[in-house]
């Protein structure tokens, strides 16, 4: 699935940057051409001015992160999204899956570092590498819990998002079942770049539906995996 995703990741780059790469080589053919006729063009806006040949020639285009890439020109759009699900897992259980952010680099999609740098007063600061190849951002969060209620992580330096709020939430699941609990997980962001925000339309749901299984597969891997009847009647309190 990661794989298939890094491959169309890879054709929708190839479709955005290619255009603009040949309307370069145009207007440099156009320029040489222009020069002749005593004018010139400014960049691709249709300003003209005098040609002067003791103008110094521009200096060239100057190197871009990929980030810069695609300026926010036109702004970018805001994305949530929220989903509830009842796990064959207490509350205390899945509270350690997500409090322990120095382990999300094991487990969460496209996660592939985190460290925590600091913690006091009941706020962690913590840095994090996100995506995969030519998309690959650190940026720092900071962590808020409430222990075995609530993590809410916002980012609050970064290159990448202009916003970014992560809240999960712990709930009782099943009557009589202190083995199972409510997880309820809620994300905004907004990215700095309209490339990026561009992408993010494209591969929005299939990201942000992996979240939530991550971290049951985590929460599998340490404690075991759910019973059969409680799945069962986990099916039967969803539908």
Partial sequence: MAGHCRRSVSVVLRSLLEPRSRQC????RGAK????????????CGILATHCTKTPLPSPVQTRTFLNL??????????EYSESKVLGFSIEQMYEVVANVENYKIFVPWCNCSQV?????????AELE???????????SEIYVIP????????????LFSHLETVW????????????????????????????SQLANIFFDEVVKQMVCAFENQAA???????????KKMLQAVQ
Avoid: W
């Avoid at 080589?25 to 440099?28: Q, W």
């Avoid at 891997?221 to 059969?228: D, S």
């Fill in 25 to 28: 080589r145009s207007v440099i």
């Fill in 33 to 44: 051409k222009q020069r002749q006729s005593g004018l010139c063009h400014l960049s691709s």
């Fill in 70 to 79: 695609a300026a926010p020109l036109l702004g970018s759009k805001r994305m």
């Fill in 117 to 125: 740098l600091s913690c006091k007063k009941g706020v962690t600061r």
């Fill in 130 to 140: 996100v995506g995969f190849p030519p998309i690959v951002e650190r940026y720092v």
């Fill in 148 to 159: 075995l209620h609530q993590v809410r992580a916002v980012c609050r330096d970064g290159k």
């Fill in 169 to 196: 939430r712990f709930g009782p699941g099943l009557p009589g079942q202190a083995d199972t609990c409510t997880l309820n997980f809620y994300v905004s962001f907004e990215f700095k770049s309209l490339l990026h």
């Fill in 221 to 231: 891997k340490i404690y075991g995996p759910q019973t059969a009847p409680q799945q």
